[in-house]
């Protein structure tokens, strides 16, 4: 079965700092989900990554999916308190699309 | 649209006794699933539907039964409740472009405890 790997596994920064937050799949990605958790609450979908290289913005957040496709890289920009909280990668395998696998999530806390 | 929507948000089993998570969309997805998320293991798939009269397992189905006799709706069943089965329990739904998901649609989730 595929399996992902987050790191770190979390994460405190001041605001207004850069973060990183990786992916990294044990089998080659056929796309690779991002999306954000808060605390006792549903998942908030992010962005999707499809193509070797792809590389999606919204608002402070980037992500990218590198060329070999078994790694994910989600960057954010001038962190803000409202960037707090759970970050979760999802992979879909090849052959099966239906289950996406989801890693463990970073938490993040950031600093006023 | 109310997007996901999960019942009840809190619940109290007893070891042994059964109970249904709701779980509906109104968004015509044909794609559900549901998920439980426990510290340190990150989100499970316990099992999912591709369509109405359609499921199959996930990687975590023992002690859970689903049905989909409509596109709205996705029970999921606990059939002998056991501690081993607390966690927090997600529905999802999303729909097909191509040979891929889109994106996910989480519930708000349910929050259950066997004692």
């Known amino acids: 079965s595929q399996e992902l790997e987050q790191s770190p596994q979390s994460l405190i920064v001041q605001e207004g700092k850069n973060l990183t937050i990786n992916c990294t799949s044990s089998k080659t990605l056929y796309g690779l989900y991002w999306y954000k958790q808060k605390y006792g609450e549903g998942l908030i979908f992010l962005m999707m990554?499809?193509?070797?290289?792809e590389e999606k913005s919204h608002e402070k957040i980037t992500a990218k999916l590198d060329e070999k496709k078994q790694q994910s890289s989600l960057h954010i920009t001038a962190s803000q308190p409202s960037h707090a909280g759970i970050y979760l990668c999802g992979a879909v395998p090849s052959g099966g699309y239906q289950k996406v696998t989801f890693g463990i999530g970073t938490k993040l806390q950031v600093i006023p | 649209n109310a997007g996901v929507t999960q019942t009840p948000k809190f619940q109290v089993l007893k070891t042994g006794q059964s109970m249904t998570l709701q779980c509906a969309q109104d968004m015509n997805h044909e794609y559900m699933s549901w998920y439980r998320q426990d510290p340190g293991m990150g989100l499970r798939l316990i099992h999912y539907s591709v369509g109405a009269g359609i499921t199959d397992q996930g990687e975590v189905p023992n002690g859970y039964n689903v049905s989909r006799s409509t596109t709205e709706d996705f029970p999921l069943r606990l059939l002998s409740a056991a501690p081993s089965q607390t966690s927090v329990y997600f529905c999802?739904?999303?729909?097909?472009?191509?040979?891929?998901?889109?994106?996910?649609?989480f519930g708000q989730g349910t929050r259950l405890t066997v004692v």
């Open positions: 999802a739904s999303s729909y097909w472009k191509g040979s891929l998901n889109t994106e996910a649609f």
């Open positions: 990554l499809q193509k070797g290289g």
